[in-house]
């Protein structure tokens, strides 16, 4: 098949399946619950690859059910309700791209489980009575079993309220005090974003009391987001803590199923053992994670500059802490997903430094070994625990540690590979070149697999994984599987993320492969390289970009560019572009307008230019506050380079955004219209930062590669 040929056939082919599969999630299960006898495993997943609404299913016995589909509960008498604003935000938070039961709760047996479904609280169990519904006080958000299944708690209306599973006695357990802006159960929009604390409230193991959250926004500042396409519509506002502004504040209560409610005694300031820098006593603004096991609530909390990390032990009958664990750092303390975890026997998981460089685990006062880096804490079966590390950066595996054990490794083959458990059962679900497996063993035994109903791309990624430069970076090259030797220069295409928290460089079939090498068919050489600041390659490497978010991470992607070029001489150096979202946009933009002389083009999606606009948690764990390093957000603001802009650039934007608000976008075109440089906006109207709608997501594609073939061929 000839070069013309090839792009001919996958031109609009990937981006509108892409599109219509978003980004090939639909039909793949996820969010595992396995009982705690290994018997029952319950999850979530759509019909087929291309079915948007999510169903409940149970895998029992080798054989997988169904325990509740939207469209077999749905009313037809039209009263059911819109989805409440606080679960689509929950969801935006979530990235969540599917509808339908897209969330779920379990009691601690896993015989009983909770789900909303548009605004409606409904109940199912697994001995295959159909979902019931239960009448409510209002609109339903995150509703979750008590341990024993007796109760159901829920959010309506901002307010903590528990009925029983057999639909009485409904009541509040929370109510707002009268103030507006205060919420019971609910995360706020840094404890969701930036944190990853979904949850706003937990359930005590005995089903007696809750921990609850309780959130007052009335000191954040508003923002007003708006379809300027449909201006009669009026605008949703969000409680937004931009840098350096007032976060909302969160405390913990002790509420009682019987009334009673007591404070949670937080410590307000780090206190002296707080590492010298250039803030002082900064307060614990962070409630960072809440959880409770069998001896108590435990939480841990973090200050505003992030350098220092408090776990603490909660009295459930007075609320008084007692510390557990104590980190500091002088860059930031990372928060790893999964700790801390408090095992039976009172040992504590948390995040350590085993040696060197490793950014490790402690299980019961003692680290994993160095050159494991751990990614996650999955949970853990008595005192063994479980948890994904990486010995090679492009490769995550699942492991478990009993306290005093060297750490034993569950997955082999190369990929990323992560596990739900309980009882005997472990669940895998592994993500590898060929494809994505979920698999279920007991006792170490492969008993059975639950099906991934997700299509296959229709281009099959065929990366090349290299090692560049002097740093060895991580970089997957995709080459036209038309072109052969003879055929000509390439013009080159950087497609990088390249930001914190996130690696694009691994040996899995993904959407970004997908997309990478339908790029590659229409004629480019794509290049995709994970450098300083992204995860797993140690605490130096992620720490490196503090204070300085663009130089070596654009260093990186050109010491790449030219390694590749001198090992594949069809690289044509002449005419390279940076595509990219996000901070990958925001990479794109600054590329043309630092390094003209090495990128000739980029388009910049969903790009945040002003990092003042950016929030507390994320923006000032790099850049410290403004008020104090006013000059690393100058440094790192891209308003003041418009002025030096010679290339083609693309803006593209979600004018529904309320992660990176369409303000970036509008704000740098201004400075460049004001600079008399000329560029492309892209307004994409109702998007938010997750572009879902199939003929925007298919066409943007498309006109990403019309503007960047134009502009390279000038």
Same mark, same amino acid.
């Given at each position: 098949m000839t070069m013309n040929e090839t792009a001919g056939t996958n031109s609009a082919g990937l981006p509108l399946q892409s599109a219509r599969t978003r980004r090939f999630s639909l039909g793949v299960?996820?969010?595992?619950?396995?009982?705690?006898?290994?018997?029952?495993?319950?999850?979530?997943?759509?019909?087929?690859?291309?079915?948007p609404v999510s169903r409940l299913w149970l895998y029992e016995d080798g054989a997988?059910?169904?325990?509740?589909?939207?469209?077999? *509960?749905?009313?037809?008498?039209?009263?059911?309700?819109?989805?409440?604003?606080?679960?689509?935000?929950?969801?935006?938070?979530?990235?969540?791209? =599917?509808?339908?039961?897209?969330?779920y709760a379990t009691d601690a047996d896993v015989r009983i489980a909770s789900f909303a479904l548009r605004g409606e609280l409904w109940v199912v169990r697994t001995d295959g009575t159909p979902p019931r519904r239960i009448a409510t006080a209002g609109q339903v958000v995150d509703p979750r079993p008590s341990p024993d299944g007796a109760l159901i708690a829920y959010v309506c209306g901002g307010a903590l309220r528990l009925v029983r599973s057999d639909g009485t006695d409904d009541r509040s357990a929370a109510t707002p005090e009268q103030r507006e802006h205060v919420t019971y159960g609910l995360s706020d929009h840094v404890s969701a974003e930036s944190l990853g604390r979904q949850r706003g409230y937990w359930w005590s193991p005995s089903g007696d009391a809750l921990l609850v959250a309780r959130?007052?926004?009335?000191?954040?500042?508003?923002?007003?987001?708006?379809?300027?396409?449909?201006?009669?519509?009026?605008p949703r506002v969000i409680a937004y803590p931009a840098a350096g502004t007032a976060n909302a504040e969160v405390s913990l209560h002790l509420v009682r199923v019987s009334g009673e409610?007591?404070?949670?005694?937080?410590?307000?300031?780090?206190?002296?053992?707080?590492?010298?820098?250039?803030?002082?006593?900064?307060?614990?603004?962070?409630? %960072?994670t809440a959880d409770w096991d069998m001896r108590g609530p435990v939480v841990s909390v973090q200050t505003r500059d992030q350098r220092s990390v408090h776990v603490m032990a909660v009295d459930p009958a007075t609320g008084e802490t007692l510390p557990l664990h104590r980190a500091h750092d002088r860059a930031w303390v990372a928060l790893r997903t999964g700790t801390p975890l408090r095992l039976p026997s009172g040992a504590l998981v948390v995040p350590a430094q085993p040696g060197g460089d490793t950014q490790g685990l402690e299980i019961g006062g003692r680290t994993t070994p160095p050159g494991l880096e751990v990614r996650e804490v999955l949970g853990a079966i008595g005192e063994r625990v479980f948890f994904t590390a990486s010995e090679e950066p492009t490769e995550i595996h699942v492991w478990s540690c009993a306290p005093g054990d060297a750490p034993l490794r569950l997955t082999r083959v190369p990929g990323v590979h992560t596990a739900a458990v309980g009882g005997p059962t472990v669940v895998l679900d592994s993500r590898t070149p060929e494809g994505q497996t979920v698999t279920v063993l007991r006792?170490?035994?492969?008993?059975?697999?639950?099906?991934?109903?997700?299509?296959?791309?229709?281009?099959?990624?065929?990366?090349?994984?290299?090692?560049?430069?002097?740093r060895e970076l991580r970089s997957s090259l995709y080459l036209p599987s038309w072109h052969r030797p003879g055929d000509g220069p390439l013009p080159v295409l950087l497609s990088p993320y390249a930001g914190h928290g996130l690696q694009l460089v691994l040996p899995v079939r993904s959407w970004w492969a997908a997309t990478a090498q339908w790029f590659a068919e229409q004629g480019f050489a794509v290049l995709v390289t994970d450098g300083r600041g992204t995860p797993g390659r140690g605490e130096a490497w992620e720490k490196s970009v503090r204070g300085d978010r663009l130089t070596a991470v654009?260093?990186?992607?050109?010491?790449?560019?030219?390694?590749?070029?001198?090992?594949?001489?069809?690289?044509?150096?002449?005419?390279?572009?940076?595509?990219?979202? =996000?901070?990958?946009?925001?990479?794109a933009a600054a590329a043309v307008l630092r390094h003209p002389e090495v990128f000739h083009a980029a388009v910049a999606g969903a790009a945040p230019t002003d990092r003042r606009l950016y929030d507390t948690h994320w923006e000032e764990r790099f850049l410290g506050h403004p008020d104090v390093e006013p000059e690393t957000y100058e440094r790192n603001s891209l308003l003041s380079e418009a002025h030096r802009l010679?290339?083609?650039?693309?803006? *593209?934007?979600?004018?529904?955004?309320?992660?990176?608000?369409?303000?970036?976008?509008?704000?740098?075109?201004?400075?460049?219209? %004001?600079?008399?440089?000329?560029?492309?906006?892209?307004?994409?109207s109702g998007t938010s930062h997750l572009v879902t709608q199939e003929e925007t997501a298919s066409n943007l594609l498309l006109l990403e590669q019309d503007f960047v073939k134009k502009s390279l061929s000038r």
């Open positions: 299960p996820r969010q595992f619950t396995v009982s705690p006898d290994g018997e029952r495993v319950l999850f979530i997943r759509t019909t087929g690859g291309t079915d997988e059910r169904m325990l509740a589909d939207p469209a077999a *509960v749905r009313r037809d008498d039209g009263d059911g309700g819109a989805v409440p604003q606080e679960e689509l935000t929950r969801r935006e938070r979530a990235r969540e791209m =599917s509808s339908g039961v897209v969330s959130v007052d926004t009335s000191m954040v500042q508003r923002r007003y987001v708006s379809d300027p396409a449909d201006p009669e519509r009026p409610r007591v404070a949670v005694r937080l410590p307000v300031a780090a206190g002296p053992d707080h590492p010298g820098g250039t803030w002082t006593d900064p307060a614990f603004e962070y409630v %960072a006792d170490g035994v492969r008993v059975g697999r639950i099906a991934v109903l997700a299509e296959a791309p229709v281009v099959t990624p065929r990366p090349l994984a290299l090692k560049l430069g002097v654009l260093e990186d992607q050109i010491d790449a560019l030219h390694a590749a070029a001198a090992r594949y001489p069809q690289l044509d150096l002449g005419r390279v572009a940076m595509r990219g979202w =996000s901070f990958g946009g925001y990479l010679t290339r083609p650039l693309m803006l *593209v934007h979600g004018c529904a955004d309320d992660n990176v608000a369409v303000a970036h976008m509008l704000r740098f075109s201004t400075a460049l219209l %004001a600079a008399g440089r000329p560029h492309t906006v892209l307004p994409l």
